[in-house]
């Protein structure tokens, strides 16, 4: 027996090195791309562990990849000589009913067919991604980010959507950046839009001048501790329902989120972002973050659902 243990001995040392050559190859055969994404679903990244001031310029691209990333929408805008509009609806993965209900009204509004991309901005679910793709596949117009596609992750899906915007959509005259319970009025904002002598300025929204005071409850669903902003109160900013605002300062935006501490309120930190910038917000009453009652006189409503 005691002479089959040399034997023994070498095969094991055999195998090892074969293993550790198998591990070496594929580890060089995932992209990388492919090793974030797996990455961030074992961590489900949130903005919990985010501060943009500690990440690189870059740091979208490297920590939250693309799950669905559809980057030819806008190529018809190349040969388009009228306003060209790009809508971004947040939407909540689960939300397939308000995602049909808007491409629907998208079809009926026949008028503005090719000054229009509407696109679907969601996070990762824990349960509906295959459902997800596979609406994708059909209709592409969702762009599905790596976090987890929750309240307090709205801020990271927002964010996304304007470096969508800036690096798939730039050849866009504007930007609507949406919550799914908004209707449009689309005659009267193309109308607004076509009087504006400065369009690249163009960014307005139902403006809470005084800024709000900051909830410091963590009960509340929008509170934020004094780590993440030790202020008292926010600067003006629009709330996320509906914003609309020129490419040429969503693309400015977009640029510069490395500078500004995320905080998880995602209407609170644009307008953080914007004041870091001298970005200014104007006030517009067409935008009405109540009901819909005046729908024929307003740009902007929410709809009762």
């Known amino acids: 027996m005691a002479r089959f243990i040399p034997n023994i001995i070498c095969s094991l040392v055999l195998l090892t ?27 489900k990244f949130s903005t919990d562990i985010v501060n943009v001031r500690e990440t690189p310029k870059d740091a979208w691209s490297i920590y939250l990849p693309y799950l669905i990333n559809p980057t030819s929408i806008c ?9 060209k509009l790009l809508v ?9 009913h308000m995602r049909r209900l808007i491409r ?11 000054s229009i991309k509407t696109v679907f901005l969601l996070g990762r679910s824990a349960t509906l991604n295959k459902e997800i793709l596979e609406e994708s596949r059909v209709y592409g117009d969702i762009v599905q980010g790596s976090f987890m596609d929750t309240y307090r992750n709205l801020t990271m ?26 209707r449009f009025n689309f005659g009267n904002l193309f109308n607004y839009l076509k009087s504006q002598k400065e369009k690249d300025s163009v960014f307005i929204g139902h403006l809470i001048k005084n800024g709000a005071e900051v909830i410091r409850d963590p009960k509340n669903k929008w509170y934020v501790s004094k780590e993440e902003f030790p202020q008292k109160t926010y ?5 996320g329902g509906a914003n609309i605002l020129s490419i040429a300062i969503a693309k400015k935006l977009a640029s510069n989120f490395h500078l500004v501490k995320i905080i998880k309120i995602e ?39």
């Not at 964010?159 to 730039?170: F, T």
């Not at 600067?235 to 709330?239: A, D, N, S, V």
């Not at 870091?276 to 973050?289: E, P, Q, V, W």
């Open 157 to 182: 899906k927002t964010i996304m959507g304007y470096r969508w915007s800036s690096e798939h959509c730039a050849n866009a005259d504007y930007l609507v950046l949406k919550d799914e319970d908004y």
């Open 267 to 305: 209407d609170a930190y644009i307008g953080l972002v914007a004041k870091a910038l001298n970005i200014t917000l104007t006030d517009s009453k067409l935008i009405n973050i109540k009901n819909c009652k005046n729908f024929q006189k307003n740009i902007a409503c929410r709809r009762q659902i």
């Open 235 to 239: 600067p003006p900013y629009f709330p």
């Open 17 to 43: 090195f074969l293993i550790i050559i198998v591990i070496n190859n594929s580890k060089k055969g995932v992209p990388m791309q492919e090793f974030v994404k797996r990455r961030s679903e074992i961590s």
């Open 75 to 83: 190529d018809s805008f190349n040969e388009y000589t009228g306003i």
């Open 88 to 96: 971004l609806v947040k939407s909540s993965t689960e939300h397939f």
């Open 104 to 114: 629907y009204e998208a079809d009926v509004d026949k008028e503005f067919k090719g």
